[in-house]
């Protein structure tokens, strides 16, 4: 079994540090910014890369007392987990919460394979400055860890308003409070019917178990429709393709990053750089990325219609409902196996709705399940209603412990 | 408008004081004294200042001239008046008149201006700053507005007149003016050739002519006896800052003479023109074989406007016991040096070794230079222990050396490699002492070539295949025979340049194709390219010889000007680029199918277009990601994924909605309270940590090889 970490750091500061995340220990992966650790994002186009300067989120860590214990591996510029070891980094006990960039619902998927919480905070909620990520659109910061409330408090320390980071929605400039919204009461959850159509028996049975938890704790449950659920792959798939294209496009093997030995002219030394820069899973997304941006630039833009769409109807089931309930994952498909882009996306096919319409969604685990047994709980809530669902998993959480 | 009462401005005098005239030009520059106006009117023939004032002026002309901006074109009438007392201006010419504005005729406005074309003050002593540092492609973009300047326009008006007195010079010694073809094929002048395509003949090509060699040797041929043409030009070669891709020269050819008339012919005509400059030449001008001028200056264009020729001292050291030297000389080389004279104050230890001795001349291609300060006790120098009392004693002597003065030698087995290192330092020094005197012009003609150089495989033409060689009994399979023949060539040269140059040709079809034969060309091969030349010299060939004149650098010499492009109305940029017309240009394909060009040079693709054939080939190209064959196979099973997954969403989507492309609105935000900046990083350094290749402070690409 490989090592947890790539980079383990063995001199955290000896200072007792005090703030409000006095001691805690965070593991990150090498796509975020730790000034003088390596960062290469887990792929060949960013090998050596030394990072210049903490990101944003990683200097507001430190500065609350966290700990900083390493950077763990993960897969190639953080699409999917094949090798991801950011979890294990919890489960070894090197660390109380991991920082997993979320995608397509790595996060959520690392954690409900390790039996922990996983929370992909609404999009846009946590700066990404610092992080080299690959499609913008879609990716959050995420946080995985055992304690729904240390996560409530890490988060509340890393989200907010950040003036190197452009692109954060506005609404997200205030930031997040870790004090818990009160009590689970007169909250209704839906249950989407055309994702219940899709799972088989078994993955029913877990995934009704874990409805019951949530109903035992007060949470009224109703079956809903999302007519277009079937969409979500399609449309994760296309943009983040081409996003990952367009993302990608900055490894050239100039400024830093490998570089080919070969190439007697600048064309030459961009084309063999960058075929021994990409994977063999990446690679072949860039590739469908170039395709989709160069040959079939229409279906993009359909493809971020038929999101507005997603959006709207997702939006549309919060107005009647606080959350919707879906499994994390199906336990048949091991998303670290994957090695091909089909097979990534069938491993995450449970994750990629909150990736598409930006929603936070939280990995609840139920502890009295081995993890590899469990699908995992998967909430998503209300735009920036990330304090509901991280209260509802503590409430969760302690109920469990109780034995209820 | 009617222009033949039109009075030229800049020739207005006192004399025309009282006369009421009729001016057309444009606003040079403008003064607004509130109810007066004065404004300079320029012309070709310079400018004259008229004034609208009320006392004078119709006030509707004065309200019309309210509106004049600079560069306006206008029509005036008015009286010339002789200036009041104190306010004459002797910066023009016109200096001592002004013309009061009776009539005032708008003939066309004129938009904000690009740059200032202004060149003389309003007012006496003031100096109108003219921005040199108006970019030269913004000058060539807007170059009907810079031409508008009077220094251009002088330029221009010069240059007709050297190009006239070319031709009536020459119309008067019986020579004919005949054009030659722009559209002809390749010819043997080395450079490569602008090509032109034929659409009658899909895929065969026109070159534009490197010079109408060929075409006048055949006028001699043909009868014509005297010929010249002053005739563009065109070569692409390599971009330097004062080359143009299309130029003018004087080209010249006559029959029955022999070198001494054409000295003759073309020092008078080089006095001619350069008096048109003001430059007294001084005849007959001084000659020089090409093995002195390499002996003496290091180069076949050597500048003799100062002194500092080469001494050889060879001799001196063939006892020494300096290793260097003994080595240099076993391997048959030689020693030769220059006598910088008096420089020993500004020329310290420092710069000789450090500088010279380690970074410039090295730079020339020596392996070393040796120095030597002269001074009051003998020789000062790093090296000079090791040479003998009489090698000392020999290089004062040879050098002429007195206290003060920096004796420079470099030595080397090979002695053009002497030559030009050593004359490259003779110019170097002569730059940074300061020792070209300004103002002065010496002309020289350059003889004696040799008529072939040595290449890799056999010899070349120094000159061209067309040149006499000075004897005729040679062996055309004998390289040292061929490379010890001169060629009965001849170069103009001035202070540095060379300005022309010519030969005397070969009128023999045996000789022609023996050099043909010497420079290693198949039977084949020169019947395909000289054919029709060699079959002309079947028909009693005249004895003949020519020569050209570069008249661009002529014109930019005799006027002074800093580059050729000063003297030429349109030229290209440094890059051999149009920024006014902005050619070259990219052509319809329509244009290139018709012309057959398409697919041209048949399986060979044009750069890029190779990817077309396969979409994966395509996508590696356009994403730059180059692939094994091993992972061909994913890359289509994906590439097939994702024609399929981009048809259901096709399908499903609805024109009607709107894309969106993020999730939560953003606003367009700047970083607030932040002022542009260089980063941290990158003032540090600390932003080239990682990457892979640097050079001197920017991130290296790779090198250009291809």
């Known amino acids: 079994m490989p090592e947890v970490f790539t980079y383990r750091n063995d001199s955290p500061s000896r200072i007792t540090p005090e703030g409000t995340l006095a001691g805690l220990r965070v593991a990150v992966q090498p796509n975020l910014a730790v000034r003088g650790w390596p960062c290469d994002a887990g792929s060949r186009a960013l090998s050596g890369y030394t990072a210049l300067q903490d990101a944003t989120v990683i200097a507001r860590l430190v500065r609350a007392g966290a700990v900083l214990s390493g950077s763990s591996r993960m897969a190639e510029l953080g699409f999917g987990l094949t090798g991801d070891t950011s979890a294990r980094t919890v489960v070894d006990g090197h660390a109380d919460v991991a920082l997993i960039t979320d995608t397509m619902g790595e996060v959520r998927l690392a954690a409900a394979g390790a039996g922990l919480f996983g929370l992909k905070p609404t999009y846009g909620l946590v700066s990404r400055h610092g992080l080299a990520g690959l ?7 995420g946080l995985a860890g055992a304690d729904p409330g240390r996560i409530a408090e890490t988060l509340a320390v890393m989200a907010g308003a950040d003036p190197d980071d452009p692109s954060m929605p506005d609404d997200c400039t205030a930031g997040f409070s870790a004090v818990p919204p009160s009590g689970t009461g007169s909250l209704t959850a839906g249950v989407i019917e055309e994702n219940l159509t899709r799972l088989d028996p078994e993955e029913r049975l877990v995934f009704d178990v874990g409805v019951a938890r949530l109903e035992a704790a007060g949470v009224a449950i109703q079956t809903v429709n999302l007519a277009d659920y079937g969409l979500f792959q399609d449309v994760h798939h296309l943009i983040a393709a081409v996003e990952a294209s367009s993302s990608a496009g900055k490894f050239d093997g100039v400024r830093y990053g490998h570089r080919s030995a070969v190439g007697k002219n600048w064309n030459d030394m961009y084309l063999n750089t960058r075929a021994e820069s990409f994977g063999s899973l990446i690679k072949p997304f860039l590739f469908q990325g170039a395709y989709f941006q160069f040959e079939r630039y229409a279906a993009f833009e359909n493809a971020c219609r038929l999101r507005g769409r997603l959006v709207r109807a997702v939006d549309d089931l919060l107005g009647q409902v606080d959350l919707i309930v879906l499994p994390t994952r199906r336990p048949a498909s091991d998303p670290k196996r994957a090695a091909t882009i089909q097979a990534t996306y069938a491993a995450f096919a449970l994750t990629l709705p909150a990736s598409v319409t930006g929603h936070p969604a939280l990995q609840v685990p139920n502890p009295g399940l081995a993890a590899a047994q469990d699908t995992g709980l998967q909430l998503i809530g209300r735009r920036l209603d990330d304090g509901r669902l991280l209260a509802i998993g503590q409430h969760l959480s302690f109920a469990a412990r109780e034995g209820r | 408008m009617p222009h033949h009462d039109r009075s030229s401005c800049g020739q207005l005098r006192l004399a025309d004081a009282g006369k009421e005239v009729t001016l057309a030009g444009w606003v040079d520059a403008l003064r607004d004294h509130g109810d007066v106006l004065f404004i300079h009117l320029r012309d070709r023939s310079g400018i004259v200042q008229v004034v609208f004032t009320p006392e004078s002026t119709p006030q509707a002309v004065c309200d019309k001239a309210a509106e004049l901006k600079s560069e306006f074109c206008v029509q005036i009438t008015g009286r010339v008046i002789e200036r009041a007392e104190g306010t004459d201006n002797p910066g023009i010419a016109t200096g001592h008149i002004e013309v009061v504005a009776a009539d005032l005729d708008i003939l066309g406005r004129c938009a904000a201006l690009p740059f200032q074309i202004s060149e003389k003050s309003m007012t006496a002593g003031a100096a109108v700053k003219r921005e040199e540092t108006v970019g030269e492609d913004l000058r060539l973009q807007y170059r009907y507005l810079d031409l508008r300047r009077p220094t251009m326009q002088e330029h221009l008006i010069r240059r007709h007149r050297i190009v006239k007195t070319i031709r009536d010079f020459l119309d008067e010694q019986g020579f004919v003016e005949v054009e030659t073809p722009m559209l002809t094929r390749s010819t043997p002048e080395g450079a490569r050739d602008y090509l032109v395509p034929s659409r009658h003949f899909p895929k065969n090509f026109y070159a534009l002519p490197q010079s109408p060699q060929l075409f006048k040797q055949l006028l001699m041929v043909g009868g014509m006896e005297r010929y010249f043409q002053i005739v563009r030009c065109f070569r692409d070669e390599d971009l330097r800052p004062n080359r143009q891709p299309e130029f003018t020269q004087l080209d010249l050819e006559a029959s029955f003479i022999d070198e001494a008339y054409l000295y003759t012919l073309f020092e008078e005509l080089t006095v001619r023109i350069f008096k048109i400059g003001g430059i007294d030449l001084p005849r007959p001008f001084p000659r020089m074989t090409w093995q002195d001028a390499m002996n003496s200056t290091g180069s076949d264009r050597p500048d003799l406007r100062f ?6 001292a060879t001799d001196l050291f063939t006892q020494t016991r300096y290793g260097i030297f003994k080595q240099i000389l076993e391997r048959g080389g030689c020693i030769k040096g220059i006598n910088v004279r008096g420089a020993s104050e500004r020329l310290s230890k420092n710069v000789l070794q450090n500088e010279y001795a380690k970074e410039i001349v090295p730079g020339f291609g020596a392996k070393g230079m040796t120095w030597m300060r002269v001074m009051d006790g003998g020789l000062e120098s790093n090296i000079v222990q090791f040479f003998s009392e009489a090698e000392r004693r020999g290089i004062l002597e040879r050098f002429d050396a007195r206290p003060g003065d920096v004796i420079l030698m470099i030595a080397d087995p090979s002695w053009s490699l002497v ?46 295949p067309f040149t006499m060689p000075d004897r005729t009994d040679f062996d055309p399979g004998n390289t040292d025979q061929l490379l010890a023949l001169r060629s009965r060539a001849y170069d103009l040269v001035m202070n540095g340049e060379e300005l022309g140059g010519g030969s005397i040709r070969i ?8 050099i043909f034969q010497a420079l290693g060309l198949g039977e084949q091969e020169v019947a395909e390219k000289f054919g029709f030349f060699l079959k ?6 005249p004895p003949h010889g020519g020569i050209a004149l570069g008249i661009d650098r002529v ?10 492009r000063e003297v030429i109305a349109f030229p290209k ?14 052509v319809a394909s329509a244009q290139l199918e018709e012309l057959g060009l398409l697919d041209l040079g048949g399986n060979r693709p044009l750069p890029g277009a190779h990817a077309k054939k396969d979409p994966i080939e395509t996508l590696a190209w356009v994403s730059r990601i180059g692939i094994d ?3 061909r196979p994913a890359i289509a099973d994906a590439l097939a994924q994702a024609v399929a997954c981009a048809e259901r969403v096709d399908r499903q989507a609805s024109p009607q909605e709107a894309p969106l492309f993020r999730v939560a609105a953003v606003s367009n935000r700047t970083r607030e309270g932040r002022e542009a900046r260089i980063h941290p990083l990158s003032e540090n350094g600390e932003l080239f940590k990682n990457a892979p290749a640097e050079k001197g402070g920017f991130f290296k690409t790779a090198a250009v090889l291809d």
């Not at chain 2, 020289?444 to 495989?457: Q, S």
């Not at chain 2, 002309?536 to 060939?541: D, H, I």
């Not at chain 2, 014109?555 to 050729?564: C, D, E, H, R």
């Open chain 1, 135 to 141: 499609v913008p659109s879609m990716e959050s910061i």
């Open chain 2, 307 to 312: 002194g500092m020729t080469f001494q050889d």
């Open chain 2, 419 to 464: 030559c030009t290192a050593l004359g490259q330092l003779r110019l170097h020094l002569a730059h940074r002492l300061d020792l070209i005197p300004q103002g002065v012009y010496y002309p020289l003609w350059v003889t004696d070539f040799p008529l072939f150089e040595a290449a890799d495989e056999g010899v070349t033409s120094s000159h061209h």
């Open chain 2, 507 to 514: 009128n023999d079809r045996g000789l022609q194709q023996r």
């Open chain 2, 536 to 541: 002309a010299l079947e028909f009693g060939a």
């Open chain 2, 555 to 564: 014109v930019a010499m005799i006027l002074g000007a800093a580059s050729i």
């Open chain 2, 573 to 586: 940029n440094r890059s051999a680029f149009c920024p006014l017309t902005q050619a070259p240009s990219t």
């Open chain 2, 629 to 631: 064959d091993p992972e």
